[in-house]
């Protein structure tokens, strides 16, 4: 049970707002926590070594919440949810799993990343294994429309991954651009999460296409908050190193903005550390600075805002339940976190 | 046409004992082209472009014609094994991709590997979207059980890969272990490319475990002369370097045979070459004359052959056709193969 509470909570302060959504998925959710344990069991010790590393480490589960809330808001008896729950944060790890690689990161959740220990060639191995693990389960819940539904999410992550890869260093990147990448490359994984919850569930398709819009507008809202505490996060919170997007080029919307209103000499400065990528010590605090001068991190604070009240309004379909208020909780949490 | 020839011939000498199997497939695998086409395509152009560096590169279709020749010898009226042959060759491709990352391989099909020229990063994120391409096709064909085998087998795949990863460099390994290994890497995919082709067609039980020991037993064989070639073969007919087994440190048959019958000195030579990765240039030549000097080739192929009998046999609950005529030759092209 307490392991239990510690992965839902997450490496941060236990947060009043999640609390609320917690109670209500706890029982559903250690039947996930034990069926992540069981199915990332393998003949060969270094899968479950590794890919324990990963999901042992706090994480905050917000997506397999997502879908266990949605099955029950929408009055799920079933068990498929578990099922469904546990595949969704497998599709999750497998991504971080790869990302890691991808972006050479060296801290994930506070811990080294899983490939700075076991190298990149098993970090891919084994998210491939997790991926594959993860359609296991769904094809076990019987359910062709959740395949559907998480086989699409995942060719979309893929592909904002690879625009982000392509739009690193362009500090001619719009804001539009980066809200399309964020959409795919995050937001995807959330709107799938809640909506195949719903899908399980057998509601009826507006219910559907609500949990689909919250779970959309909550990835947004998600990681356009993550982007801001890259530049303005305590590092000891957030359980990753502060300035990472800075360090590898990568154009977020703190930056976007603060390029938007730069005189020349701060476009001669992003133009040198994002575009090409030529660093000093002082760089990070200089862009810091530069964000913060130009209210950047507000101004992301209030988009991400925006798309919570998008992703609230979307529950209205619902009647007022302690589920509903839960989700709205969530969402809350979401622009309010400090890691 | 001709473009479809070449695919599935592959980058060397046109083979007869495929050549009859190619004309009975021919109008299906023209589809599977076709819809390759179609369903690598993506809004983000470098995804096309680095899978299409791979899939156009004269690969030989063996396991998405291995489908399509199922479905047929089982009598499949259906369009679905067109959908579900691709499926097959995009989670091969797939793999490809994180192979040569996982292996730092330069070269494969007699070009640059996608990740010399495209980059680590790109060629991770694009075999993603591949395999979920693949899950994406295998949910239109409406079968769960098509879905159930080809998920179990990529879950299989990154195990043998990862076991294979953890036994590089490792002189003790034995034949069974080597076996298990290539079971799963290699002949995973190649039982349930046949297998699939047969539960698509709704066939019985029979010779659906049939086609699946047919599949395995091929795919073992494949593997067994694809090590042997890379320590026998020619590298313009390869499309890959001679001796990259030896420079990763790979134990595969023809070195596990060759240390077996080592003289002290030999076994000296193999545990500074593969245990310890000290390699200078004369030790490719080396370690294959030991090869030679212990028949290490021909007892390698002569197991090849023993795996293509039993292919073959498993073929006998199916009353003689030219499909299972056809399927016996590619069996005997596996072995017989220059590259």
Redesign the interface.
């Known amino acids: 049970m307490r392991v239990v509470q510690r992965l839902a909570k997450g490496a941060g302060e236990p947060s009043g707002a999640v609390d609320r959504l917690f109670r209500l998925v706890e029982a559903d959710l250690q039947h996930v926590n034990a069926l992540i344990l069981e199915r990332m069991r ?3 010790p ?2 479950p070594e590794l890919a324990g590393h990963l999901i042992n480490s706090g994480g905050k589960r917000i997506r397999p919440m997502l879908t266990l809330a949605a099955a029950q808001l929408c009055g799920y008896q079933g068990l498929g949810h578990i099922r469904l729950a546990t595949a969704v944060e497998f599709i999750h790890t ?2 971080l799993l ?1 990302d890691d ?3 050479e990161s060296e801290l994930r959740r506070g811990r080294a990343a899983a490939h700075v220990i076991f190298g ?3 970090s ?6 997790l ?3 993860s ?2 389960l ?2 076990e819940t ?1 359910s ?1 429309r959740v ?2 539904i998480l ?2 999410a ?2 979309v ?3 904002g ?3 982000q ?2 739009t690193q260093g362009n500090i001619a990147v719009t804001e539009d651009t980066y809200l399309k990448i964020i959409a795919a490359k995050t937001a995807a994984l959330f709107a799938a999460a809640a909506e195949s919850g719903a899908v399980i569930a057998q509601t009826d398709g507006l219910r559907e296409a609500a949990l689909k819009l919250y779970g959309h507008n909550l990835g947004v809202a998600f990681q356009l908050v993550d982007d801001a505490l890259d530049y303005s996060g305590r590092e000891a919170m957030m359980g990753k190193a502060v300035g990472d997007d800075f360090r590898e080029g990568k154009l977020t919307l703190p930056v976007i903005i603060a390029v938007g209103h730069a005189s020349g000499d701060e476009a001669e400065f992003w133009r040198r550390t994002m575009a090409q990528r030529q660093q000093v010590d002082a760089d990070l605090t200089h862009a810091i600075h530069l964000i913060e001068k130009h209210h950047a991190i507000p101004a992301t604070l209030a988009k991400a805002r925006a798309f919570t009240d998008e992703a609230c309004r979307a529950l209205n379909v619902f009647p007022d339940s302690p589920m509903r208020r839960a989700l709205v909780d969530l969402a809350e949490f979401c622009v309010s976190r400090a890691y």
């Open positions: 393998s003949d060969v270094l899968i497998a991504t790869h690689v991808v972006d990149n060639a098993p891919v191995l084994v998210g491939d294994f991926f594959s693990r359609f296991q769904m094809v019987g062709l395949l559907n086989s699409n995942s060719a992550i893929a592909e991954e690879v625009m890869l392509n």
